[in-house]
C-alpha cells in the first residue's frame, strides 16, 4: 500500500534497496516489485556501512 502511494508520487523507480528484513525477502513482496518492474536490492547482512543509505532513511 505505501509502495503503490510513493510510486504514485514519486514515479516507478528502477530499482530499491532495502535492508534484509523478513518482509522484504517474502514472495509477496518480490512478486509485487517484479509486477511493477523494479530491480531489488538488499544491503550486505550485519554491516552498518552497507546499509548506511537505508539505514539514514529511517531516521528521516
Same mark, same amino acid.
Do not use: M
Given at each position: /500500500?505505501?509502495?503503490? *502511494?510513493?510510486?504514485?508520487?514519486? &514515479? @516507478? =523507480? /528502477?530499482? %530499491? /534497496? +532495502?535492508?534484509? &528484513? =523478513?518482509?522484504?525477502?517474502?514472495? !509477496?513482496?518480490?512478486?509485487? %516489485?517484479?509486477?511493477?518492474?523494479? !530491480?531489488? /536490492? +538488499?544491503? @550486505? =547482512?550485519?554491516? =552498518? +556501512? &552497507? *546499509?548506511? @543509505?537505508? !539505514?539514514?532513511?529511517? %531516521?528521516?
Amino acid at each position: /500500500k505505501h509502495l503503490i *502511494q510513493a510510486f504514485s508520487c514519486l &514515479g @516507478i =523507480p /528502477k530499482s %530499491l /534497496k +532495502t535492508d534484509n &528484513g =523478513p518482509a522484504y525477502k517474502s514472495r !509477496e513482496f518480490c512478486s509485487f %516489485l517484479q509486477q511493477w518492474g523494479v !530491480e531489488h /536490492k +538488499t544491503g @550486505i =547482512p550485519h554491516s =552498518p +556501512t &552497507g *546499509q548506511a @543509505i537505508v !539505514e539514514r532513511a529511517y %531516521l528521516n
